[in-house]
């Protein structure tokens, strides 16, 4: 089955704990991206990958990293987790940055930084 | 830079009702139109599509018409259940844009239908 999937799920940690969310996609996409949505404000992309070992940040990439080693993983990294972080993650990925691709989405990971 | 503005919810409506929800955007190229679905506990998933102007995209009863004299996406059903229910996006990508995001979404919009 074609998906995205993202790992944990949920998780709570505190301030400061690094922290990695893992994202794999098994649809030998391209483009992979990550979003993080609050209420009101949508969603917001973190960061980006076009292809493997190229990735650019996108509106709200302060506090977060990223990887892109292999095409089918992304992992998001924070170093040092802020409460300001806590929120619903979502990663994503299509066949190609092509504009009018269709994005598919992972299952979202919900972040509490206490 | 690109944006897009959508119909603050939430809406609520019964069963059968008609549906619209608005989306306008602004945009300095050829963006390629979307309208994402979230289900409760879900992530997105595409709802419909446009790439070019005039383009209608259309799937499970829902439309929407891409319209660039009005800068326009607005998603119409004709009918709705409750197993609409869910949260709906409109988004705007655009390979061209030398902003940082080349895809933006709007904020959502909650659709809640009584039976």
């Known amino acids: 089955e074609a998906q995205v999937t993202q790992n944990p799920r949920y998780l709570i940690t505190v301030t400061g704990k690094k922290l990695t969310v893992t994202c794999s996609q098994n649809?030998?996409?391209?483009?992979m991206s990550w979003y993080r949505q609050d209420p009101g404000l949508g969603l917001r992309q973190i960061y980006y990958?076009?292809?493997?070992?190229v990735t650019d940040k996108g509106d709200v990439p302060e506090g977060y990293k990223v990887s892109r080693k292999e095409k089918r993983n992304f992992p998001l990294i924070l170093e040092s987790p802020s409460p300001n972080q806590t929120s619903l993650y979502f990663c994503?990925?299509?066949?190609?940055w092509g504009g009018g691709d269709t994005q598919y989405f992972g299952p979202g990971t919900r972040l509490t930084v206490l | 830079g690109n944006s897009v503005t959508q119909m603050e919810g939430p809406v609520t409506l019964s069963e059968e009702a008609f549906l619209t929800i608005n989306c306008t955007y602004t945009a300095t190229g050829y963006p390629s139109l979307f309208w994402y679905v979230q289900y409760p506990g879900e992530g997105l998933q595409l709802l419909l599509k446009a790439t070019k102007a005039d383009d209608k995209g259309s799937n499970k009863g829902f439309e929407a018409t891409y319209r660039k004299e009005t800068t326009s996406f607005h998603l119409e059903k004709g009918s709705v259940q409750v197993s609409d229910s869910a949260v709906y996006f409109c988004a705007l990508s655009d390979r061209w844009d030398s902003s940082a995001s080349k895809i933006i979404f709007g904020s959502g919009t909650r659709l809640s239908i009584r039976p």
């Open positions: 649809m030998n996409h391209e483009y």
């Open positions: 990958s076009m292809n493997v070992e």
């Open positions: 994503a990925s299509s066949l190609s």
